[in-house]
C-alpha cells in the first residue's frame, strides 16, 4: 500500500514537474534580460488580440521601451512594452554610406544558419576573377526589371573587385508560373550560368524542368529569412539588403561590415 501511494505521489511530482518545465522553458534565452513581467503582459496582450498567432522570443532594441518580438517563426514585429502598439517592417540607422537595416543578433544567427544549408550545387555561382574576398547571396527573378540591371550591370564589377555572387532563385508569381518555368530550366540546364544569363538578357532557352530542381525550397527559405521582393542580398553576416544597388554602393556596404 505505501509503495502504491509513493508511485502515485511520484507520478504527480513528475506532473507537476513537466508543466513548470513547459511553462519556463517559454522564457528563452534572449529574454533573460527581459523583465518577466513585461514578457507575460506583452505576450499576453498579443494573444488576446491575435490568439491564432505564435508569439516566440523577445528581444531588447536600441530604443528604450520598445521590443523585437518572433511571430510564427518567420515574421518580426517591433512592440512596445504593453504590447498595445506594433510596428511591421524593417528599422533603419542613418549610416554614413546610406540607411542601412537594424537587426537583432538572433535574426542575423537565424539566415546565417538558414542558407549554410543551402548546397552550392544548388546555386547558380558567379566566382569572382580575382581573390575572392567576400560572398553574397542574391535571391533573383528573371522577369524583375531591377534583377536584370543587378547582373547586367553590377555582377561584372562585383566579381572583379571580389566578390562571389551566389543566386538563388525567388519567381515572385510563385510556383508553376512563367517566371518558375524559366528559372528551374535555367537551374536544371547544363551550363548553368549561361541559361541564367541568356534569360537575364530576354533571351529564351530551352524548358527542361527537372524533379529535383530546388527553386521551392528556395522560395520558401527566402520566406522564410524575411525576403518580400528581389533582388534581395543577403551578407555573410546574415544582413539583408532588400532591393537594387550599384556595385560601388555595393562594395562600400560590404566594406563597412
Not at 505576450?43 to 521601451?65: A, C, M, Q, V, W
Not at 535571391?139 to 550591370?153: A, G, I, L, P, Y
Not at 512563367?178 to 533571351?203: F, T, V
Request: net charge neutral; with cysteine; charged share 25%.
Amino acid at each position: 500500500m505505501l509503495k502504491k501511494n509513493l508511485n502515485i505521489i511520484f507520478m504527480r511530482l513528475s506532473i507537476l514537474l513537466g508543466i513548470f518545465l513547459i511553462f519556463f522553458s517559454t522564457i528563452s534565452n534572449s529574454e533573460e534580460n527581459i523583465p518577466v513581467d513585461v514578457a507575460k503582459k506583452l505576450k499576453s496582450n498579443l494573444l488576446n488580440s491575435r490568439p491564432d498567432l505564435k508569439f516566440d522570443d523577445i528581444e531588447k532594441t536600441k530604443i528604450p521601451g520598445l521590443y523585437l518580438i518572433r511571430v510564427d517563426s518567420n515574421q518580426f514585429f517591433y512592440v512596445e512594452e504593453n504590447g498595445e502598439y506594433l510596428i511591421v517592417g524593417d528599422m533603419y540607422q542613418a549610416k554614413p554610406f546610406g540607411f542601412v537595416p537594424v537587426v537583432a543578433e538572433s535574426i542575423l544567427e537565424m539566415r546565417k544558419n538558414s542558407i549554410k544549408k543551402v548546397h552550392e550545387k544548388n546555386m547558380i555561382i558567379f566566382p569572382s576573377t580575382s581573390k575572392a574576398k567576400e560572398i553574397i547571396y542574391v535571391f533573383t527573378d528573371v522577369d524583375c526589371h531591377f534583377c536584370r540591371k543587378f547582373h547586367n550591370e553590377t555582377l561584372s564589377n562585383l566579381t572583379s573587385a571580389g566578390v562571389e555572387v551566389r543566386y538563388l532563385a525567388y519567381p515572385r508569381a510563385g510556383i508553376n508560373s512563367e517566371s518558375y518555368k524559366k528559372m528551374a530550366s535555367a537551374w536544371c540546364a547544363g551550363d548553368k550560368n549561361k541559361a541564367l544569363s541568356a534569360l537575364k538578357q530576354r533571351e529564351t532557352i530551352d524548358e527542361y524542368i527537372c524533379d529535383d530542381n530546388p527553386i521551392s525550397d528556395q522560395m520558401d527559405l527566402g520566406q522564410e529569412i524575411g525576403i518580400t521582393g528581389t533582388p534581395a542580398i543577403l551578407l555573410e553576416d546574415g544582413t539583408l539588403l532588400m532591393g537594387y544597388r550599384p556595385a560601388s554602393k555595393l562594395l562600400e556596404i560590404i566594406a563597412n561590415y
